[in-house]
């Protein structure tokens, strides 16, 4: 009871706010908001007439930095959802900044002291009381730990938490009304995006999963000279709190100063389309919150600048299908092969199978053509797959979030590198960059380092497959499979029973065979070279690939 009169108030103060802007046109038609009619009567005087003349996405922007954090932060997520959501107000909301007023520094050096159970005197040399920065989630403090190595220490807000829960249930209770009242609501799933919304909230309060994000992608660019992730301090990191090197360099939105310091602004815009690719087609990982304001550029080498990338909270990957399908789609796009690219769609189960692929063929095209018409230093990926999620939404697309995250970070890259070099030219870069990583990971080495990963668990399986069937075959001819079945049926099961045994031992064997080959063609260039093992090796990885043929057919 207690918690729903605290749903009632938290919902009559927030239809003030939208009556005080003027927002009732977004939901009183749908029925959704009744407290706003509420909010009219009690505070006739918090309506601010002269809000009706300013655009719908500025008083949305404005009235969700007064809800407070977790509104500011879901704006920005449906800032993403251009599939979805009007251009205009898709542009206001990106402009909301999460930025609020920090908390005292003591309360700060406080739950460092807890956490991680010293003094901070103890743990570092320095430790700044004011903060670099403060977010709804977390604030940022400069330190330097003892041996003279300069940190950031992020330290998660205090009480934010219940704050968020309070705020996310009802956004689910508001979600849930417009699922059963509004009309496009069982296609939009409002409550399914909360759901996805929350999942992602709660996640960026753990700071060991964002120390495991940066971690990750620093492996993944180690030595790299294009992008540079500072280092995690593992032993000072606890849930609340994260330390992490600091590093210096020029925001990438300061392009005066850039220019300055004399940079090679189409060679570093060239780099972001690079490591973009790399990060997602060759790693399946990629940095998902990639506007500037998380973005440095390293200048000591002005002609070969790199970047630095901050704030790890939001990192994404697709599940290997999913990446299989959208890297194929790329490669269609690129070659304006749209006829594969709706073939992909079907196969990919982003459209229901009983979709013409005629037609959905059509809609690509439609879609496609107008843009590559114009200049390809105008050609943007990112919008192109945009209004095809939008196309295929008219074909009941059914996309995951990840798919959503990857095409607003695409939008976030492609204007960056306009940013810096507005001639440039995506097409240029990203095709050749994603041949190269696609080549590369489907040639013959990644295949034969697969196969070594897969073949021990092949074999282990092998020797139970004969008890197996046997126990399949005994079940079916004593009637315990299924009292349905006829002689016939039986017959043809036994007979593709023993095919299927067939194959398998077939596939082992094939499966040895090529591993074979292939260990005896990378002794070429060891000791053994002299005994010509790589001819006997390419033999073997030809047997093996015959075998295979043949069991397929």
């Not at 300061?254 to 997602?280: C, S």
């Not at 990629?286 to 600048?305: K, Q, R, T, W, Y």
């Not at 939404?393 to 507005?422: A, V």
């Amino acid at each position: 009871m207690i918690h729903t009169l605290r749903q009632f108030a938290r919902l009559l103060k927030i239809s003030t706010i939208l009556a005080r802007y003027r927002l009732d046109e977004f939901l009183e038609a749908t029925h959704l908001y009744r407290p706003m009619r509420l909010a009219r009567v009690l505070a006739p005087w918090a309506t601010d007439k002269e809000m009706a003349g300013r655009p719908r996405g500025e008083r949305l922007r404005l009235a969700l930095t007064e809800m407070g954090p977790v509104f500011v932060k879901f704006g920005q997520i449906v800032s993403t959802r251009r599939d979805l959501v009007p251009a205009d107000i898709a542009d206001e909301l990106a402009l909301l900044q999460d930025q609020v007023p920090p908390f005292p520094g003591a309360e700060a050096r406080a739950i460092v002291e807890r956490e991680l159970e010293q003094p901070v005197a103890e743990l570092f040399s320095h430790f700044d009381m004011q903060p670099l920065a403060s977010a709804s989630i977390a604030q940022v403090h400069a330190a330097t730990l003892p041996d003279g190595r300069e940190v950031v220490v992020k330290v998660v807000r205090p009480g934010v938490r219940q704050q968020l829960r309070r705020d996310i249930d009802l956004l689910l209770t508001i979600a849930g009304f417009a699922e059963k009242h509004w009309e496009s609501g069982p296609r939009v799933k409002p409550t399914g995006f909360v759901r996805e919304f929350e999942t992602f909230v709660f996640d960026e309060l753990d700071m060991y999963r964002e120390a495991s994000n940066a971690s990750m992608l620093r492996n993944n660019f180690l030595g790299s000279k294009e992008l540079y992730i500072p280092e995690i301090y593992w032993p000072y990191c606890r849930e609340p709190v994260l330390v992490m090197e600091r590093v210096y360099g020029v925001p990438v939105s300061d392009i005066a100063q850039l220019k300055k310091r004399g940079v090679n602004l189409e060679r570093l815009a060239k780099r972001g389309i690079r490591v973009f690719y790399t990060q997602v087609f060759r790693d399946n990982l990629f940095h998902a919150d990639m506007h500037p304001g998380n973005i440095l550029v390293d200048v000591s080498n002005p002609e070969d600048a790199s970047f630095i990338a901050l704030d790890f909270g939001i990192v994404a990957s697709l599940t290997p299908r999913d990446l299989y399908y959208i890297s194929e789609n790329f490669i269609a796009l690129f070659n304006r092969n749209y006829r594969r690219v709706a073939q992909l769609h079907v196969d990919a189960g982003w459209v229901p199978p009983g979709t013409r692929v005629e037609e959905l063929e059509a809609a690509v095209r439609a879609v496609g053509e107008p843009n590559f018409a114009r200049p390809l230093s105008e050609v943007s990926f990112g919008l192109l797959m945009l209004k095809l999620f939008q196309v295929a939404y008219r074909f009941k697309l059914n996309i995951q979030p990840q798919l959503i995250m990857l095409q607003k970070t695409l939008l976030n890259i492609e204007g960056l590198g306009r940013e810096l070099y507005p001639a440039l030219d995506v097409l240029a870069v990203a095709k050749p960059e994603l041949e190269t990583i696609l080549r590369e990971k489907h040639g013959l080495d990644q295949a034969a380092k697969d196969l070594r990963e897969r073949l021990p668990g092949w074999l282990s399986k092998a020797p139970d497959m004969p008890g197996l069937l046997h126990d399949y075959l005994k079940q079916a001819t004593t009637g315990q499979l299924t009292s349905r079945m006829d002689s016939a049926e039986l017959g043809q099961l036994r007979a593709n029973l023993k095919q299927s045994q067939r194959r398998t031992q077939g596939t082992i064997v094939a499966a040895v065979v090529l591993l074979g080959g292939t260990i005896l063609t990378g002794l070429e260039t060891g000791p053994w070279r002299f005994l010509g093992l790589s001819t006997i090796g390419l033999v073997f990885l030809l047997t093996g690939a015959w075998l295979l043929f043949r069991l397929r057919k």
